[in-house]
């Protein structure tokens, strides 16, 4: 069984920045790409950004030039820094894996955290 846990989400204000972390525990697995997604109320999960183990990086248009990317491999671990924030960058933010157990390859999702941008 792997988990990936969430944290740093909160409450900023306009401008503000934010570091979301994602750890994934378990037993015997290998992650492969990483990513972030966003859903808010009434609309559809989508991608913030991914990273791939080598580092490879990939941005919505929403994130690009504001949020980056990064993850340590030693640690399972994958990071969101949120800088620049604004009022419709409120969501739940979700870690997302790629993964390889012992009965094979998989993908999972965090719990999500709450991400609220407001003055």
């Known amino acids: 069984q792997v988990q990936l846990v969430e944290s740093g989400g909160g409450l900023v204000q306009p401008g503000g920045s934010l570091r979301l972390s994602c750890v994934a525990s378990?037993?015997?697995?290998?992650?492969?790409?990483m990513g972030w997604y966003r859903q808010s109320p009434g609309k559809q999960r989508e991608l913030v950004a991914s990273i791939t183990r080598g580092g490879s990086t990939n941005y919505a248009d929403s994130a690009k030039g504001r949020f980056t990317i990064s993850r340590d491999n030693a640690k399972n671990t994958v990071y969101l820094q949120m800088n620049s924030l604004k009022p419709e960058d409120t969501a739940v933010y979700y870690c997302n894996a790629d993964l390889i157990t012992g009965r094979g390859s998989r993908n999972d999702w965090g719990q999500g955290t709450q991400v609220t941008v407001s003055s």
């Open positions: 378990g037993s015997s697995f290998f992650l492969n790409t």
